[in-house]
């Protein structure tokens, strides 16, 4: 019994014990975090531009490139929790100046700009240890009053500090700076949320502010940003690719500006151009011969074979049902959605095995009925996209609504497109709006294979924010695999879907 009791005795006590140890090392880092916070900041000189760097707690960590008040870039440098955030203060004009007369040192600007940013970097490290150690020190010291418990909270610092750069040094990516996101504002952007009098107005309102925007961030990435070195690259073909854009005007205005800025070669649209395919629609697909571009279309399931016609009329226009054909140098083959949701008397199994062994009839045909390889398969179903595994390089899809990319491991690439147009008038029914979604990709001018992409998102309705991220295929010219094929059901045959 007395042992019993005695044991009973030691739990409470190994409780208190390792709570008092857990509010030593807690109190301890918050400590080095407002030490940080305070005293790491450090400013220098890289080139011709004075910065701020500075640490930050962060569970993904990143680094961020602050270029206030026109936006950030953000790069996946490491996966340490900790961020580092350089701010662009201003132009050093002593420095410019000097660089725009001397050749000699504007030639030598990469290397200075490497050698003053890795000085700047170990600067704000060493700061940031100095006064991370002394932070902990002194708040350890306040809060608990023992230099016992203080000494105890210094050295979980010193080891989580020491792990932490490990980590960033372990996870370091150099090759993150090729693929960048970039996030910024329109400022003074007008609310759109609030009396506006019908849709119409309010979408009218959204679009001429959306044209604005669109404008000059694409001038901005175009000109401030290093990062797109396929824009002017004679050997890229540039492809837009667009889907679900549900006759919202907003798609038009992105459209144009990207084709402007990006210098587009062609645009491929992967369907739900329209709603419910009427005749009234129609109308809608008249700016297409405004963009001076091939306007490669496949038919989704809300755009009706009338649809399908109305844009097979305008000019540029190139409509693949079943087709191959030869745009900007590539070779694509298109296929329209089997299914119109609208019409109600038209009976398609969308199951997945179904859409999945349709797929598989339209790529065996592919493989038969045309004898040279195709670079590019659009289709509106990810599901029936994802059928085409092994049989080409590249699919691009719709219908979802979700951005999203997958390598299959036959190595051919699915890229699915969110909504160009903000799902359209459904924006107005849910709390949170669809982003307008659209991206440029980059084909090799020999190869036709994809050698980057540009996924470039805009705030859905009554938001004004705007985001560029560049991706690089690591691989363009891996082997694509022949998959297993699947023996289509009935309803798979190509001509169910062929437009009359």
């Given amino acids: 019994m007395g042992f019993m009791s005695r044991t009973r005795s030691l739990v409470p006590s190994v409780r208190g014990s390792f709570a ?6 807690v109190i301890a880092i918050a400590g080095a975090w407002l030490g940080i916070s305070l005293g790491g900041p450090v400013r220098t000189s890289v080139g011709p531009v004075d910065i ?27 996966d340490a929790p900790v961020a580092l955030r350089v701010t662009l203060d201003n132009i050093n004009p ?31 490290a060493l700061r940031a240890l100095l006064c991370g150690l002394l932070g902990a020190l002194l708040v350890s010291l306040i809060v608990f009053r023992r230099p016992g418990a203080a000494l105890a909270g210094l050295l979980s610092v010193v080891v989580a500090m020491a792990a932490t750069g490990a980590g960033a040094a372990l996870t370091f990516r150099p090759n993150s700076v090729v693929e960048p996101k970039y996030t910024g504002l329109l400022a003074g952007a007008p609310s759109l949320v609030g009396s506006a009098e019908s849709i119409v107005t309010k979408f009218e309102s959204y679009r001429s502010q959306l044209a604005k925007l669109v404008n000059n961030v694409s001038q901005l990435y175009d000109t401030v940003s290093s990062l797109p070195i396929y824009d002017s690259d004679p050997t890229s073909i540039r492809i837009l690719h667009v889907s679900d854009i549900h006759l919202n005007p907003v798609a038009w205005n992105l459209i144009r500006s990207v084709i402007g800025q990006f210098k587009i070669d062609a645009i491929v649209d992967t ?15 008249e700016e297409i011969p405004t963009f001076g571009v091939p306007y490669v279309f496949v038919r989704g399931n809300h755009d009706s ?40 008397s038209v009976e398609v199994d969308s199951a997945p095995e179904t859409l999945t062994a349709l797929g598989h009839a339209y790529a065996t045909r592919l493989g038969q009925a045309f004898k040279q390889p ?30 999203s990319t997958e390598l299959l491991p036959s190595g051919t690439r699915v890229l699915v497109q969110g909504s160009t147009g903000g799902a359209g ?38 938001e004004q924010s705007v985001q560029i991220e560049r991706h690089v295929e690591t691989d363009p010219g891996r082997t694509i695999s022949p998959g297993p094929t699947v023996t289509p059901s009935p309803t798979g045959e190509a001509a169910d879907t062929k437009a009359p």
């Fill in 20 to 25: 008092r140890w857990a509010a030593v090392v």
């Fill in 52 to 78: 701020g760097m500075s640490a930050a707690p962060s569970w993904s960590g990143e680094t961020v490139v602050d270029v206030h008040p026109l936006g950030t870039l953000t790069f996946d440098t490491h």
């Fill in 94 to 124: 002593a420095r410019a100046g000097a660089l725009l007369e001397d050749p000699r040192l504007s030639s030598q600007l990469p290397t200075l700009l490497e050698k003053e940013l890795r000085e700047g970097v170990k600067t704000l």
């Fill in 271 to 285: 369907g739900d151009l329209t709603d419910h395919g009427t005749g009234p629609e129609d109308k809608f697909v």
């Fill in 305 to 344: 074979k009338a649809t399908q016609r109305a844009v097979a009329k305008q000019k540029h226009a190139v409509v693949l049902d079943d087709a191959v054909k030869e745009v900007a140098g590539l070779r694509i083959y298109g296929v329209g959605d089997p299914r119109f949701t609208p019409d109600k």
């Fill in 374 to 403: 195709v670079d590019l398969v659009a289709v509106h179903d990810p599901t029936i996209a994802r059928a085409f595994s092994g049989a080409v390089p590249m699919v691009l899809t719709g219908h979802a609504h979700e951005r």
């Fill in 425 to 462: 008038l459904r924006a107005l029914e849910h709390d949170e709006p669809t982003p307008v979604a659209a991206s440029v990709l980059y084909f090799d001018r020999k190869t036709h294979r994809l050698r980057a992409w540009d996924d470039i998102t805009l705030g859905g309705l009554g």
